[in-house]
Structure formats: C-alpha cells, structure tokens
C-alpha cells in the first residue's frame, strides 16, 4: 500500500495502519509558491477552474503519482484516510497557503459541495474560549461526539477535509477518529431493523440550510457492506424506537475502545472517506486565551 513518491514521506499512522501519513518536503513546498501565488483566494472562490490549475501544479510535482496515490487511499476501504502536510512549517506557509494547498489536494480527488454555512467551496471557522454559536462546532470545552458530514444536505458528501489553519494556547482538543470496520459493535447496530428506516435530518440556522432530508443511519456498499450517515444533533425522531435506536448508537459509539486519538500539528489536513470513518474531537482544557481556526471541504469523489 506503501508508494514512493519523490519529495513525499509516506508513512503508515503510529496509531493504525488504516490511516497514511504523508509529509511534502520543503523543496515541493518551494515550488508550490510560484503557481500557488498565481492565483488569490478571490480567484479560487469565484472561478473553479483555476482550483484545478493548482491541483495540477502539486500533482506535476509528483510526476502525477500523488493523485493516483491519494485516491487510492481514500477509496480503499482496508484505509479511507490520511493525513497530508508539509514537513516543516516556515514563515512561507501561512495561512492563505494552507487554504491553497488544501484546495488542491481535495481537487485531486473530487468536486466539493457548495458549504452554504460559508457560502463557498470550503469554510473557515475559530473555535475560542467563548461561543455563542447553535452548533458543537465551536464548542471548546465539550465533547464533539463522532459522525460523518452531510447528513443534512442533498448532495453526496463522499469525502471531507478538515485542516488546521492556526492554533494558540490549546491543551486537549485532540481529533478522535473510528473506522467503521473496527467498531466493536458495527455489526448489532447495523443489523437492527430501525437503522434502516429513514430519519429525518435537520440543521441549526447557522448552517443556512433550509429544508430537511430522510434518509437511513446505515446503507450498504456494493459488497454489501455497512456505510454509514450520522451526526448526534441533527436528526428528528419520528417516535420511540428512533429515539431509543439513536441513543444506543450514539452510547455505541462513544464507548468504543478502538477510536483512534490523535493530535495534529498546525498545517496538517485530514481527509478521510465519509461513508466508513466517522470523527469527533476531544474537548480543550478551559483557557480564555485559547483559538484554533479550522478549515473544511468536503465532497464527491470524480466521475469519470
């Protein structure tokens, strides 16, 4: 599963081999400034081609085997994620690069979704001491609890990425992660009767999101295996044993022992397959002083 790529350390996870690290060398990062800088941020927003013109200037620099390489990973259900970043971060790589190189790392794998709670290809939020949001996204001192992205809209939400753009003054906060595969309880979940009815999904205002879809918690690839989509704080219950299923899957979920816990050092994006991993963080110990700014897409993977 392990490939070379020239100017790109890759690696299996510390924690799991399901998940692959990969580390872009300073001489790559040196050659991304030109054709990165080639374009502003207002230019990647408003015209999309030119999101694939700097996708196609890091894929270059691979000798076009990072795209091969990264939807491979992401498509394969023995992994499903990796983490992507550059080995070192130096006064170059701010924050309008960050977004630039996550932008053409998503782009070697699919279209992303409209995200209407920023209203363009991707989001960038803070999460701070205080939050006077509707959602647990920026909630710092509570538990985000594990689930997949989508829920919520009509569009196919094959994949996410979520990169750390800043971090000061954090303790805690770890990014917590469960491949569907390894969760102890998968199969019973899967199997009752009420994971295949279809629930209705909703969102807070703050998503901008203004109608509501049904769909089932599980479906099944075409192997017939479990896929998931799950979030703890958007789904309406039509009775009791929805809300009673719903309770045992989110208590299934929390307990289990197999999640992965790890921290991810500022420049790093996480790209995972939204149908068999689900994510959540850690809650930050209280500090008034604390900030971390996140950025996500998320997407459909290419048809060719």
Known sequence: MIDEIKGFDIKFNEKTSRIINIDISDDIIGKLI???NKFDLTA???KPFTRFTIAKSLDDLSNNKLSKFLNNIIKDRNTGCFIIKPKNITP???DIFLVKLSTAVAHLIGNPNHDAMAGKYYARFHVKHVDKSDSY???AYTNMDLHTDGTYVKEKT???LMSKIEEKNVEGGETAMLHLDDWEHCEKLYNDPVAKEDFVWSSPRSKNIDYKVEHPVFSSDDKGRAQISYIDQFPEPKNMKQGIFLQKLSDSLEESSNKVITELPVGSAVVA???FWLHGRKPFKENKEL???LLRIRGSFFIN
Do not use: T
């Open 137 to 139: 996204l920026r909630k």
């Open 34 to 36: 030109f054709p990165f």
């Open 158 to 160: 094959d994949w996410l």
């Open 273 to 275: 397959n939204n149908y």
């Open 44 to 46: 990647l927003e408003y």
């Open 291 to 293: 900030s971390r700014e």
């Open 92 to 94: 170059k790589i701010n």
